[in-house]
């Protein structure tokens, strides 16, 4: 492991379905952009820099509407991230179906992990506030479809606290040991729900590392 040269490969699949409106998109992108550049998520990413992080950003709605932001770049140092941010927030919305395909994100990701295979960790995380309604079911999704060793993540976006959308994507789409679902109980808490998640997986890896 000590040899290897890419600590965690992360892909990040946003949701642009109509349901995501111009001002949700904005804070979606740049939440992640602002969690990214947090001193305690920057911490854990330049920990190692002998065996840097990896990310992928894409967005996701229909079936065929899967759109790739930030193609897979290596955060070596302040730079490379700097570069990341600039990309996430001076991005613009495309036209997309306004459906939500969320079998289609989980292959999107999985293909994106399928280049990354020298990672020691590879990790997708997949955005959305709301269930599947359109295209292949998460739930039909199997597991041999996945890449070996991902783990999928989960972050929900759910303003009505009834924990159903979080029920769904347990049940659903997160899958691989230790996986878990964040919740961000409206897109205004978008950034800080993300940078919880991020230091979550960055910090499992980083520990073992060290370990």
Known sequence: MADAAC?????????????VDTAEYRLQLD??????????????LFLQPAAPISIAVYEWSGPEDQKLI?????????QDLNKTVTTL?????????????IGSALLTGFALLSQQSHCWKRT???????????GPRPQDIANTAMPDGVIVNGLVIDASNDAELATYY?????????SFVE????????????E????????SIATGALE
Not at 93 to 98: D, G, H, L, Q, V
């Open 7 to 19: 600590r965690q490969a992360l892909a990040l699949g946003l949701d642009v379905s109509g349901s």
């Open 183 to 194: 919740v961000a109980g409206s897109f205004d808490d978008y950034a800080a729900a993300m």
């Open 70 to 78: 930030l193609p897979w770049t290596t955060l070596t140092g302040p």
């Open 196 to 203: 919880r998640k991020l230091l979550r997986e960055l910090q």
């Open 89 to 101: 927030i001076t991005h613009q919305r495309s036209e997309a179906a306004p459906t939500t395909a």
């Open 124 to 134: 997708l995380d997949v955005s959305g506030d709301g269930p599947a309604n359109t």
């Open 31 to 44: 939440g992640l952009a602002t969690a990214l550049n947090s001193e305690a998520v920057q911490e854990l």
């Open 170 to 178: 347990r049940s659903y789409v997160i899958r691989g040991p230790g």
